[in-house]
């Protein structure tokens, strides 16, 4: 069964501050991976996706991959009360079948 | 633009009795379809996925079963529902291919009494 591990938290931070969120997937192949945003009772929307080893930007947001160690990170920049939610991590499985994996989520609160 | 439609927002069933819960996605063809489900405080467990009509890959054992009888339409159905189906169900479209996200609906939140 491949996973997708995340903490979480709820992770804590002050209005901007930096927050970073993290992320490890088992599927060594995977190819493309995603972070969604969930606020209390809503379906969650997409805020960022990744595929290259590296760094993305857009905005406040980076993204953040290291396929050897099977990690992804977002980290947000003057984080924001807005910013409150629950992230998930999402990787889409390498098998090429569609199949698009999520963790638990990572609960943020921004403290003003 | 592409739209994904999902209704109801909110059910309350009772126990044994069945369900249908409809997804219709516009403004594209041929998509990735999901179900998901999120229990309460919890991630996003996949329930099922579709890659085009007739074609319904089962994620988890249960008494719920999916179809696609159109390109855009996804339907999660329960012939008797149990106290433990109780969630948010999510319907997700994607393009087909490796690099592609998934987009949601606003989802149906189900509560088996």
């Known amino acids: 069964q491949k996973e997708v591990e995340q903490n979480s938290g709820p992770l804590s931070v002050p209005e901007g501050a930096i927050a970073s969120l993290n992320c490890t997937y088992s599927d060594r192949g995977s190819q493309s991976f995603f972070w969604y945003r969930q606020y209390s009772g809503k379906s969650p929307e997409l805020i960022m996706s990744?595929?290259?080893?590296g760094d993305k930007e857009d905005g406040r947001f980076t993204a953040q991959l290291n396929k050897a160690s099977q990690y992804v990170s977002l980290l947000i920049r003057d984080s924001q009360p807005s910013d409150s939610a629950t992230y998930l991590c999402a990787v889409k499985e390498s098998s090429n079948t569609g199949k698009l994996i999520f963790g638990q989520g990572t609960t943020l609160q921004v403290k003003p | 633009s592409q739209t994904i439609h999902q209704w109801p927002a909110t059910l309350v069933q009772p126990v044994g009795s069945p369900l249908s819960l409809e997804c219709t996605v516009e403004g594209t063809s041929n998509p990735n379809l999901y179900w998901y489900r999120q229990a309460a405080g919890r991630g996003l467990q996949l329930l099922f996925y579709s890659v085009g009509i007739g074609q319904i890959s089962s994620e988890v054992p249960q008494n719920l079963s999916a179809s696609r009888p159109q390109d855009r339409q996804f339907i999660l159905s329960s012939k008797k529902l149990l106290l433990s189906d109780s969630g948010f169900y999510l319907c997700?479209?994607?393009?087909?291919?490796?690099?592609?996200?998934?987009?949601f609906g606003q989802g149906t939140r189900l509560t088996v009494v």
């Open positions: 990744i595929y290259s080893n």
């Open positions: 997700a479209w994607g393009r087909g291919g490796w690099n592609t996200e998934a987009f």
